[in-house]
């Protein structure tokens, strides 16, 4: 899937993104509330997670703008506050889950998979298609026609980040931080040389997938 996070506590917040990209999801960490509304009418997020207390907008004022803005995805809150009319407020502003500080993050990766099993709406961007190809993102699955395409969790996230982003060039810094984090000590010639890994499973005869690599900027994928 692909989740935006909003969270101050910057340990938190690196914890929860690790975490989750380590279960193959593609993961965007805001640490403020300023332009999270913004940033989830503008990608297709299929989850979103708020701490209810963050600087610029409380994750509850968030959600129920997101509610009322249209947005059909789950929402988790993270938060402190346990008192029931608390509760009682967080789900009422549009929150399908609540999650109470502190928490086991098994616990958390459990609540998100299960937002991914809501039946409210299908989540749109559940499965993307492209060419011959199918990218089922809860399955962390690809198939080209009947075929299954063996990918790793990286090459999982980094074709579905491509995806996403499909025809635009998706920066090197860009993709070094969403699938490896922040602080992780990857090169561009790693990385380089993990596209062409991904090259060879999805570049085969017939194809009409083609990741092209931008000279100094990035990657983009060509449908």
């Known amino acids: ?72 995805g789950g929402i988790l809150l993270l938060t402190a506050r346990d008192a029931l009319d608390d509760r009682v407020c967080g789900l009422d502003a549009g929150a399908d889950d609540y999650l109470v500080k502190p928490f086991e993050f098994a616990e958390l990766l459990a609540r ?52 996403r982003n499909r025809g635009q060039v998706v920066p090197r810094e860009v993709i070094l931080e969403r699938i490896w984090g922040y602080d992780a000590d990857i090169s561009s010639n790693t990385l380089d040389a993990f596209v062409r890994l991904l090259r060879k499973k999805i570049d085969t005869s017939g194809s009409h997938m083609l990741i092209q690599n931008v000279r100094g900027i990035g990657y983009r994928l060509e449908v």
């Open 112 to 163: 998100v998979r299960a937002l991914a099993r809501r039946t409210r709406t299908p989540l749109v961007s559940d499965t993307i298609e492209a060419g011959d190809f199918v990218l089922h993102c809860t399955e962390h699955t690809l198939r080209q026609n009947d075929t299954v395409i063996q990918l790793t969790p990286r090459e999982f996230q980094l074709l579905e980040l491509l995806l």
């Open 1 to 72: 899937m692909y989740v935006l996070v909003a969270e101050d506590d910057q340990k938190l917040g690196k914890l929860i993104t690790h975490m989750l990209k380590k279960e193959a999801h593609t993961v965007d960490w805001f640490e403020s509330g300023h332009d999270v509304v913004e940033s989830v009418q503008a990608s297709a997020y299929d989850a979103v997670i708020l701490d209810w207390m963050m600087p610029g907008e409380d994750g509850v004022s968030i959600c129920r703008r997101l509610r009322e803005a249209g947005y059909a």
